[in-house]
């Protein structure tokens, strides 16, 4: 089992910036990424970032170019700093991870409201 919890989200106004972090804890193999999910209400849950332990990135459409993940595994820890943030990232952001044997873990959950 591995455990997630996220931090950092808050409200801000449409231009700021945000940066939510994520520590993880308990069985983590090596190999895994990790990454952050959001869902807006009503809609789907959909990927915003992954960051794998090799480096490779991966970023939805909407949010390359204002988006960065970032990982330190001393710490078991991944980050997503959020710039030029828009009313349509309003949502609640998940902290995922995931390795090759089948595991699958969420965070709890934090909100971030962004305001026109």
């Known amino acids: 089992q591995v455990q997630l919890v996220e931090s950092g989200g808050g409200l801000v106004q449409a231009g700021g910036s945000l940066r939510l972090s994520c520590a993880a804890s308990?069985?983590?193999?090596?190999?895994?990424?990790m990454g952050w999910y959001r869902q807006a209400p009503g809609k789907q849950r959909e990927l915003v970032a992954t960051?794998?332990?090799?480096?490779?990135?991966d970023y939805a459409d909407s949010v390359k170019g204002r988006f960065t993940i970032s990982r330190d595994d001393s710490n078991n820890e991944v980050t997503l700093q959020m710039n030029s943030l828009r009313p349509e990232d309003t949502g609640v952001y998940y902290c995922?991870?995931?390795?090759?044997?089948?595991?699958?873990?969420w965070g709890k959950g934090t909100l971030v409201t962004v305001s026109s």
């Open positions: 995922n991870h995931e390795d090759y044997y089948g595991g699958r873990y």
């Open positions: 308990g069985r983590i193999y090596v190999n895994h990424v």
């Open positions: 960051v794998s332990t090799r480096g490779t990135t």
